[in-house]
């Protein structure tokens, strides 16, 4: 296997095509094998048959079981059940395991999926890479769950490091999620490559009017992501509905883009509340081309996450030149810089993030300077041929070192 120029690669993931409205690490995993397989590499990746729905528990049986995209395979084994994000599709182990790849690389490492990569790449000899992207110990659900979750939580715990055990190597995005894993395995294993978004998308796409669309007449600025209580949208809502108090006479709107994860009803009942409705537009699951669309024609970004380990949404915002209001969250600042490309407030400071919004709104030059910096971090660094070059680098050096396990 030493000096191979063609490798055989399994991606594993939770969810792939067409549910978008997973997130981040479904993205991450279809870019790398969109890159990996158009080097001419054999690519594969092995997931469920979560379909495209305003949640994320809709299964379908009518997916293809597999599916050609591009260069790269989608190979879809039906979930039997779930708990929360964690979907129990067996016959992936079988799947896995008759293909034999030189090399299984997992992304979101509490999934059943991660297990089962694990487990076949013991059984099989395999080398194994492994990104979590999740916040394995940090991510506010793990403190903030209900009873039955939290007991799932530590139950999962010997299964985790079982995965981590077995991996040949961890990839990570940033500082912050080396120092996670860090405490967890031997920093020999961590290798740090930044996450990045697909280029090539932005350019190809022939953009919709999307003020048209939505009969959105006036400026706006957006947010993009999951209608979830660890992205902020209850602190977005309390800081515009401070906006428009201090600022009477504002024309801007709101624009709320996304899918429901267990906070649409208490958005809409905080949008009545606070009165906010006339400057307030919500789109549910809005297609692709449609979010990509806004960014185009947003004045900036408003993120303010809880919780975020190496967010994506700011960076394509940066791929339109525009900038970020975000918050000093976790994973954020080793993402994008205060004062750079974007403007970070203490997270739930609802009154910081209303003065930055003002702010911005207000100063035309700042939002092309940020803009304009945002736009050269994703051209020069953030961006997935660079993201997918290095893991391919990562895969090579790995077969080409690797020596079975005993």
Same mark, same amino acid.
């Given at each position: 296997?030493?000096?191979?120029? $063609?490798?055989?690669?399994?991606?594993?993931?939770?969810?792939?095509?067409?549910?978008?409205?997973?997130?981040?690490? /479904?993205?991450?995993?279809?870019?790398?094998?969109?890159?990996?397989?158009?080097?001419?590499?054999?690519?594969?990746?092995?997931?469920?048959?979560?379909?495209?729905?305003?949640?994320?528990?809709?299964?379908? #049986?009518?997916? !293809?079981?597999?599916? $050609?995209?591009?260069?790269?395979?989608?190979? +879809?084994?039906?979930?039997?059940?779930?708990?929360?994000?964690?979907?129990?599709?067996?016959?992936?182990?079988?799947? /896995?395991? $008759?293909?034999?790849?030189?090399?299984?690389?997992?992304?979101?490492?509490?999934?059943?999926?991660?297990?089962?990569?694990?487990?076949?790449?013991? +059984?099989?000899?395999? @080398?194994?890479? %492994?990104?979590?992207?999740?916040? =394995?110990?940090?991510?506010?659900?793990?403190?903030?769950?209900?009873?039955?979750?939290?007991?799932?939580?530590?139950?999962?715990?010997?299964?985790?490091?079982?995965?981590?055990?077995?991996?040949?190597?961890?990839?990570? !995005?940033?500082?912050?999620?080396?120092?996670?894993?860090?405490?967890?395995?031997?920093?020999?294993?961590?290798?740090?490559?930044?996450?990045?978004?697909?280029?090539?998308?932005?350019?190809? /796409?022939?953009?919709?009017?999307? *003020?048209?669309?939505?009969?959105?007449?006036?400026?706006?600025?957006?947010?993009?992501?999951?209608?979830?209580?660890? *992205?902020?949208?209850?602190?977005?809502?309390?800081?515009?509905?401070?906006?428009?108090?201090?600022?009477?006479? =504002?024309?801007?709107?709101?624009?709320?883009?996304?899918?429901?994860?267990?906070?649409?009803?208490?958005?809409?009942?905080?949008?009545?509340?606070?009165?906010?409705?006339?400057?307030?537009?919500?789109?549910?699951?809005?297609?692709?081309?449609?979010?990509?669309?806004?960014?185009?024609?947003?004045?900036?970004?408003?993120?303010?996450?809880?919780?975020?380990?190496? @967010?994506?949404? !700011?960076?394509?915002?940066?791929?339109? #030149?525009? @900038?970020?209001?975000?918050?000093?969250?976790?994973?954020?600042?080793?993402?994008?810089?205060?004062?750079?490309?974007?403007?970070?407030?203490?997270?739930?400071?609802?009154?910081?993030?209303?003065?930055? %919004? %003002?702010?911005?709104?207000?100063?035309?030059?700042?939002? %092309?300077?940020?803009?304009?910096?945002?736009? +050269?971090?994703?051209?020069?660094?953030?961006?997935?041929?660079?993201?997918?070059?290095?893991?391919?680098?990562?895969?090579?050096?790995?077969?080409?070192?690797?020596?079975?396990?005993?």
């Amino acid at each position: 296997m030493a000096n191979k120029t $063609k490798m055989k690669i399994a991606l594993v993931c939770p969810a792939s095509l067409p549910a978008t409205q997973f997130g981040g690490i /479904l993205f991450l995993c279809v870019d790398i094998a969109r890159e990996t397989s158009n080097a001419g590499n054999d690519v594969t990746i092995y997931t469920t048959d979560l379909d495209f729905a305003n949640n994320a528990h809709t299964f379908s #049986k009518k997916l !293809p079981r597999i599916e $050609k995209i591009g260069n790269f395979l989608i190979n +879809r084994s039906h979930v039997w059940f779930s708990f929360k994000l964690f979907y129990v599709n067996p016959r992936m182990y079988f799947q /896995l395991k $008759k293909d034999k790849p030189d090399i299984i690389h997992t992304i979101g490492i509490r999934s059943f999926q991660s297990l089962i990569a694990a487990i076949v790449s013991k +059984r099989n000899k395999i @080398p194994l890479v %492994i990104s979590d992207q999740g916040g =394995l110990t940090t991510h506010p659900d793990i403190k903030n769950n209900s009873l039955i979750g939290r007991i799932f939580y530590k139950i999962q715990k010997p299964f985790i490091s079982f995965v981590i055990k077995q991996a040949t190597k961890i990839s990570v !995005p940033n500082e912050y999620e080396r120092e996670i894993f860090a405490k967890l395995t031997s920093p020999t294993k961590i290798q740090i490559i930044k996450n990045g978004i697909n280029l090539e998308q932005f350019s190809e /796409l022939k953009l919709i009017d999307f *003020k048209t669309k939505y009969n959105i007449p006036q400026d706006y600025i957006l947010f993009v992501g999951r209608f979830a209580s660890v *992205k902020g949208v209850d602190v977005l809502l309390n800081a515009w509905s401070k906006v428009k108090q201090k600022n009477q006479n =504002l024309n801007s709107q709101l624009v709320i883009m996304g899918v429901d994860f267990g906070f649409e009803d208490e958005m809409f009942r905080m949008i009545k509340e606070l009165e906010i409705s006339e400057s307030v537009t919500v789109i549910r699951k809005p297609p692709r081309e449609d979010v990509l669309a806004a960014y185009s024609q947003c004045l900036f970004l408003v993120l303010p996450s809880r919780w975020e380990l190496s @967010p994506l949404t !700011p960076l394509e915002g940066f791929a339109f #030149k525009k @900038p970020v209001i975000s918050t000093t969250a976790h994973g954020i600042p080793h993402t994008i810089k205060n004062g750079e490309n974007s403007i970070l407030v203490e997270p739930e400071n609802f009154a910081q993030l209303a003065d930055a %919004i %003002i702010d911005l709104l207000n100063d035309e030059v700042k939002r %092309i300077q940020f803009g304009n910096a945002g736009y +050269r971090l994703v051209h020069d660094v953030c961006n997935s041929r660079k993201m997918s070059f290095d893991t391919l680098e990562l895969y090579k050096t790995i077969i080409n070192q690797h020596t079975p396990k005993q």
